[in-house]
């Protein structure tokens, strides 16, 4: 099966996927040796954490058919967590340094963010879009597009109204000297959130391909009604998908605790990202948005170095104008449906 | 009585298109319902699939009301339907949209009976196992959307317009293993525009214009009857 077929990889390096995953690797290589390695490493860190947002956005268009402009309200609302979480835990180490918790309290952080996540998940399933559903499923996307707008307004206000306008945030997560690796000085905080992004892709990975309910989550984002005539209960996978989709975004936002505090509209960087992402991925596909997520934030990283940090949000949607005047389904879209399709 | 309908109404929105419609299936029978385009032949299909909210009217399904179950559930009961689009995942390979088709038997023994037996009945599926269901052809399209109904072991197949888009060579084919599921006890009930096709191949027929039920009976004597040949065959 992992057999390598000369001609199959040929044809891949001259698609659209094999020139841009070319193109940004060798770019990276080129900055690194200019500039050093901290591009790459940046790049990476970015990458992973990016690659968590996007792939829950991905996943909830995919499946769902919302395009999500509330997907960063659940990033804030896990730097929210975290920060509620992680403040009492950092007392408690700051006291007795030695204890377990300045080893486990993050993990604890993470997961209680991940669980709040998913359960803001699956409420706004219910309260909300399968209320839409049950209504009306005339125009789904661009009603759906409009809640998720009212959604994300309603959840900002929300935050402001109860928790303040104020940064909350912290200093680092994990204390200890930075690790180096390649003459770069990696803070523990990065190198962990780049860890985790990897161990949440992968087993996310791992699900969606192998196991009954991943494939029937797979299932329904290729066809709804096929699904349902195979036995696929729909409102689980919905509500299941949504509750992953969250979780995933509320990870990367308590992870990313030490780099963004938890302030109401910090949701807002990490969404237009992230719609960078898979739009350049191919709208839906949940694989593209991980190689994706990487090439974007490459892109931002050589911006921020090369151009300056005022154009780091011109550069990705000058590509995005770019790739869309000519690949239209994306550089990955290739192998899913489009929207127009559905 | 393996499936029973009773005075069935049902449309979308506010359009009506079935009319008080009575049927029945008995166990391994082969029933045709044929009629002109838009009679309502898919409509049945699909209300009794679960995918339409009937308006009124009963289905039983071995004796239980199932009218106005959700599609999933239906499915579950042993009712398997192949709807005139496929809705295959063309995404997913023929040998995972198989092992879809098999979600909901939990046991695994069961699972490979099944699935060595729809590779017995459609050899060319073992050949294109590891392809994207969206890259195959018609026919193998067809074949494989069969091949997933029977995926669950359904008591009862409904299949909607099988010769569909299909070259002539390719609806004998899928005809013929329609047939050897017939032979093997399978109840079918099938929905298809070629009357003369159907008539030919199956036991009992119910003739369905502008959604009633107009004429019911033997294929055989169907096919000879005046009404039918007069509007399907042009005699």
Not at chain 1, 153 to 174: E, M, P, T
Not at chain 1, 262 to 282: D, K, T
Not at chain 2, 80 to 106: C, H, K
Not at chain 2, 127 to 140: K, P, V, Y
Request: glycine content about 10%.
């Amino acid at each position: 099966m992992w057999k390598i077929e000369p001609d199959r990889l040929l044809r891949w390096l001259k698609s659209a996927a094999g020139i841009s995953i070319l193109t940004a690797v060798a770019a990276a290589a080129m900055a690194t040796m200019d500039r050093g390695p901290h591009v790459l490493v940046n790049a990476v860190v970015m990458g992973g954490m990016l690659a968590l947002v996007s792939m829950g956005l991905a996943l909830v268009f995919g499946v769902m058919n919302i395009p999500m402009f509330a997907h960063g309200e659940y990033f804030m609302i896990g730097t929210l967590v975290a920060y509620y979480v992680f403040t009492p835990i950092n007392t408690h180490i700051s006291t007795h340094p030695d204890s377990m918790l300045s080893a486990l309290g993050p993990l604890i952080t993470i997961v209680a963010a991940m669980l709040v996540g998913a359960i803001a998940g699956v409420a706004s399933e219910v309260l909300v879009f399968s209320q839409l559903r049950k209504r009306s499923r005339e125009n789904w996307v661009m009603n759906s597009f409009l809640l998720t707008v009212g959604l994300s307004v309603v959840l900002i206000n929300g935050h402001q109204l109860f928790f303040g306008a104020d940064f909350k945030g912290i200093v680092r997560f994990w204390s200890g000297a930075p690790f180096s690796i390649l003459d770069v000085f990696i803070s523990r905080d990065r190198a962990m959130a780049f860890f985790l992004a990897v161990l949440v892709v992968l087993s996310f990975w791992l699900f969606i391909s192998y196991t009954r309910t991943g494939r029937a989550i797979r299932a329904v984002s290729q066809d709804e009604t096929g699904a349902l005539m195979v036995g696929i209960g729909l409102n689980g996978i919905l509500m299941l998908t949504m509750a992953l989709s969250c979780a995933l975004a509320a990870v990367a936002g308590a992870s990313l605790l030490f780099m963004y505090p938890s302030y109401p509209s910090v949701g807002l960087e990490p969404l237009y990202m992230a719609w960078f992402v898979v739009i350049i991925a191919g709208l839906g596909n949940v694989l593209g948005a991980v190689v994706g997520a990487f090439i974007v934030s490459l892109l931002k990283v050589l911006t921020v170095e090369y151009i300056g940090s005022g154009w780091d949000f011109v550069v990705p949607s000058a590509l995005i104008i770019v790739i869309l005047v000519f690949k239209p389904s994306g550089l990955f879209g290739s192998e899913v449906r489009g929207i127009l399709d559905k | 009585m393996l499936l029973e309908v009773k005075n069935l109404n049902a449309g979308y929105g506010f359009l009506q298109i079935l009319r008080e419609v009575s049927l029945t299936v008995d166990r391994g029978e082969y029933v045709a319902l044929v009629g002109p385009n838009g009679a309502g032949k898919s409509t049945t299909l699909r209300t009794i699939a679960g995918l339409l909210r009937p308006m009124s009217g009963e289905i039983r399904f071995k004796g239980e009301p199932i009218e106005g179950l959700a599609g999933n559930k239906v499915a579950r009961q042993g009712i398997a339907y192949v709807s005139e689009a496929m809705n295959l995942f063309v995404n997913m390979t023929v040998q995972e949209n198989l092992s879809m088709g098999a979600y909901t038997l939990r046991d695994k023994g069961l699972r490979k009976d099944r699935l060595e037996f729809v590779y017995a009945l459609f050899p060319r599926l073992v050949e294109r196992q590891n392809q994207l269901a969206g890259t195959m052809s018609g026919g193998e399209r067809k074949m494989l959307a069969i091949g997933r109904g029977l995926m669950s072991d359904p008591e009862l197949l409904l299949v909607d317009e099988p010769s569909f888009g299909l070259a002539p060579q390719l609806t004998e084919s899928v005809f013929e293993s329609l047939n050897a599921l017939k032979k093997r006890g399978m109840t079918i009930m099938l929905v298809e525009q070629n009357v003369t096709k159907a008539l030919a191949v199956t036991d009992r027929g119910y003739v369905l214009e502008n959604g009633r039920i107009e004429l019911e009976g033997r294929s055989r004597e169907l096919a000879c009857n005046d009404h039918v040949r007069k509007v399907f065959l042009g005699v």
